[in-house]
């Protein structure tokens, strides 16, 4: 399949968090014990078999990764090893075969490869999504691993996930459902966890809020996690915690930037549990961060009927989290230097 080297004629700026049809995808599959070498792919449907496991029982998982481009035109992935890392830690947990890095490392260079008239230039505040994902085929009735499996990787170009602006502010509404059992899934990027979310978002939305914030299933008092990002926060006494929970996904953003507030930010940095009733007066800002999410200031939470406010009443980004953002973004862009050797770059031609 032949680069095109010219940009597709979108309207960069404005694009959404939506599925556009790319001209090509990757595709491996697993049978007898191993993977084929896999290829590119024209057609956007995936044939399956109607006993498939991925259909009845959920024997599925994804990831989520974004390519971007840098200023002197690089087309750049970050920390893919920690995807190709939770994608097989999520893998064992649903008794699938392991993904070697090898071929997810080169089913999404092919793809974006591939694509690259639909990467977004840099400047346009926009990223190609990029959605590996590995699915239980073939026949099966009872409940049992399937024997066939299917790795795919496809892209579309996204803008930020929340709202049109970059840094847009957010709120979250603590929700009455669970998301994940203290030794269950919650851990892992399993599809059947954002299925069992759709309500709780729904729900949260109902209340006005973007999304909804889960706190453990357990005791429901410490914070998990958002619906499709993990949570930091500054608190007074100048400390930058994150939520430490065995049942939320271990995301990269969130690892990346903990990493960051350790090196850059001169604050106490904490990983631990936050008994959000009881400390939810002292959250100075408060921010949702995920690959598709970036970083979304949280500017007010619901909980037990009433609205939390943080920094600024909720109306703009406060100084921390702007920071943060501004460390994150700048080295997943290249603007600035990737001391932590994290950003990997995509050979075009
Ligand atoms: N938590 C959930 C439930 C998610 O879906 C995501 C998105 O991938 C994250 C957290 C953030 O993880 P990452 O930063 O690896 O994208
Ligand atoms: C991501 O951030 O990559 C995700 O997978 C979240 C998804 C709900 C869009």
């Known amino acids: ?19 556009r049809q790319t001209e090509a995808r990757f595709s491996a599959i697993y049978k007898n014990g191993a993977w084929s070498t896999g290829a590119l792919l024209d057609s956007p449907m995936i044939s399956v078999h109607e006993g498939a496991p991925t259909l009845h029982y959920a024997q599925q998982c994804f990831e989520g990764m974004k390519a971007q481009t840098s200023p002197d035109g690089r087309v750049l992935l970050f920390r893919p090893d920690l995807n190709s ?7 064992a947990r649903l008794l699938m075969p392991e993904v070697p890095y090898e071929l997810f490392l080169r089913g999404v260079e092919e793809t974006v490869r591939a694509n690259y008239s639909w990467v977004p230039p840099y400047g346009s505040g926009a990223s190609l999504y990029i959605r590996p994902m590995l699915i239980g085929v073939g026949e099966n009735l009872g409940l049992r691993p399937a024997n066939e499996y299917e790795f795919r990787v496809f892209v579309s170009p996204v803008g930020p996930y929340y709202k049109s602006a970059g840094l847009a502010v957010i709120s979250l509404a603590v929700s009455d459902y669970d998301r994940a059992a203290p030794n269950g899934t919650g851990a892992y990027k399993a599809g059947a966890n954002y299925a069992g979310g759709l309500l709780a978002t729904k729900k949260a939305q109902e209340l ?7 706190l453990d299933a357990a005791k429901r008092t410490y914070i998990d996690e958002a619906g499709s990002a993990n949570i930091i926060v500054a608190m007074k006494g100048n400390r930058f915690v994150t939520p ?9 953003t969130r690892r990346s930037i903990m990493t960051l507030a350790e ?12 008994d959000l009733r009881k400390e939810i007066g002292d959250f100075e800002e408060m921010a949702a961060c995920g690959t598709a999410a970036v970083l979304a200031p949280v500017g007010k939470v619901w909980l037990d009927g009433a609205w939390h406010h943080f920094h600024d009443n909720g ?33 075009i031609d």
Do not use: C
Request: glycine share 6%; aromatic share 6%.
């Open 1 to 19: 399949m032949a680069t095109s080297m010219v940009k597709k004629d979108l309207n960069w700026a404005d694009l959404g968090f939506k599925y």
């Open 85 to 91: 890392e939770r994608m097989n830690q999520t893998a």
């Open 208 to 214: 006005g809020a973007n999304e909804a914030l889960y």
């Open 244 to 252: 430490k929970s065995n049942a939320i996904l271990p995301s990269v």
């Open 263 to 274: 090196q850059h930010l001169n604050m106490q940095v904490e990983d631990r549990p936050i």
């Open 315 to 347: 109306q703009s980004v406060g100084p921390v989290m702007q920071k943060v953002y501004d460390l994150l973004v700048g080295i997943q862009r290249g603007e600035s230097p990737d001391e932590n050797h994290w950003t990997h770059v995509v050979k």
